[in-house]
C-alpha cells in the first residue's frame, strides 16, 4: 500500500514538471515572437514624410512667382500645359511660363529637400503623357518605403497630375 502512494506521489510531481516546462516552453516562444522577430515598425517616420510630400506640394503649387503677373505656380503649370500660352514671364529673360515654373519648382525643392537630405521623385504630368512630364527633378536611388501626393490640377484638355514621392 505504502508503494502505490509513492507511486502516485512521484506521477504527480512530473506531471506537475511536464506543465513547468511546457509553460516556460511557451513563455519563450511568446518572446522570440513579440521581442526577437518583431519588426521595427517606422510608423512615425512615414507619417512624417507623407505629410511632408503633401504639404510640399500644397506649399509649392500656392506658391506666387511675382516675375509673371503674380501668377501662382498652379497658374504656370496651367499655361505651361495649354495649347496657347496667356502669361508672359519675360520680365526676367526667361519668356516661358513651363521655363519658369520649372526655375521656380527646382529652386523650392533645392532649398528645402535637398538641403534636408531627402531623397525625392518629382512629375508633372499629363496621364496621356507620363513619359514625356512637363516638369521631373529628383530620383529615388532605394525606394524602400515611399510616401507620396498627388494632386490634380484641371487643364483645358483633361487633369494635370503633380505628385511628389519622398524615398526613405
Request: overall charge positive.
Given at each position: 500500500m505504502?508503494k502505490?502512494?509513492?507511486?502516485?506521489?512521484?506521477?504527480?510531481e512530473?506531471?506537475?514538471?511536464?506543465?513547468?516546462?511546457?509553460?516556460?516552453?511557451i513563455?519563450?516562444?511568446?518572446?522570440?515572437?513579440?521581442?526577437?522577430?518583431?519588426?521595427?515598425?517606422?510608423?512615425?517616420?512615414?507619417?512624417?514624410?507623407?505629410?511632408?510630400?503633401?504639404?510640399?506640394?500644397?506649399?509649392?503649387?500656392?506658391?506666387?512667382?511675382?516675375?509673371?503677373?503674380?501668377?501662382?505656380?498652379?497658374?504656370?503649370?496651367k499655361d505651361?500645359?495649354?495649347?496657347?500660352?496667356h502669361?508672359?514671364?519675360?520680365?526676367?529673360?526667361?519668356?516661358?511660363?513651363?521655363?519658369?515654373?520649372?526655375?521656380?519648382?527646382?529652386?523650392?525643392?533645392?532649398?528645402?529637400?535637398?538641403?534636408?537630405?531627402?531623397?525625392?521623385?518629382?512629375?508633372?504630368?499629363?496621364?496621356?503623357?507620363?513619359?514625356?512630364?512637363?516638369?521631373?527633378?529628383?530620383?529615388?536611388?532605394?525606394?524602400?518605403?515611399?510616401?507620396?501626393?498627388?494632386y490634380?490640377?484641371?487643364?483645358?484638355?483633361?487633369?494635370?497630375?503633380?505628385?511628389?514621392?519622398?524615398?526613405s
Amino acid at each position: 500500500m505504502d508503494k502505490m502512494k509513492k507511486n502516485k506521489k512521484s506521477q504527480a510531481e512530473i506531471v506537475g514538471l511536464v506543465i513547468i516546462v511546457l509553460l516556460i516552453t511557451i513563455g519563450i516562444l511568446f518572446i522570440v515572437k513579440f521581442v526577437v522577430l518583431k519588426e521595427n515598425p517606422n510608423t512615425k517616420i512615414d507619417f512624417v514624410h507623407s505629410e511632408l510630400a503633401s504639404n510640399m506640394i500644397n506649399v509649392m503649387l500656392k506658391t506666387t512667382v511675382t516675375d509673371c503677373k503674380r501668377s501662382s505656380v498652379t497658374e504656370l503649370f496651367k499655361d505651361c500645359a495649354a495649347v496657347q500660352s496667356h502669361i508672359d514671364c519675360d520680365d526676367d529673360g526667361i519668356p516661358d511660363s513651363c521655363e519658369k515654373v520649372n526655375e521656380t519648382i527646382k529652386i523650392i525643392l533645392d532649398e528645402s529637400l535637398v538641403k534636408w537630405r531627402n531623397q525625392y521623385e518629382f512629375r508633372a504630368y499629363k496621364p496621356s503623357y507620363k513619359e514625356h512630364p512637363l516638369s521631373s527633378y529628383g530620383k529615388c536611388i532605394k525606394r524602400g518605403n515611399v510616401a507620396s501626393a498627388t494632386y490634380p490640377i484641371p487643364i483645358d484638355m483633361g487633369t494635370l497630375f503633380v505628385r511628389l514621392d519622398i524615398c526613405s
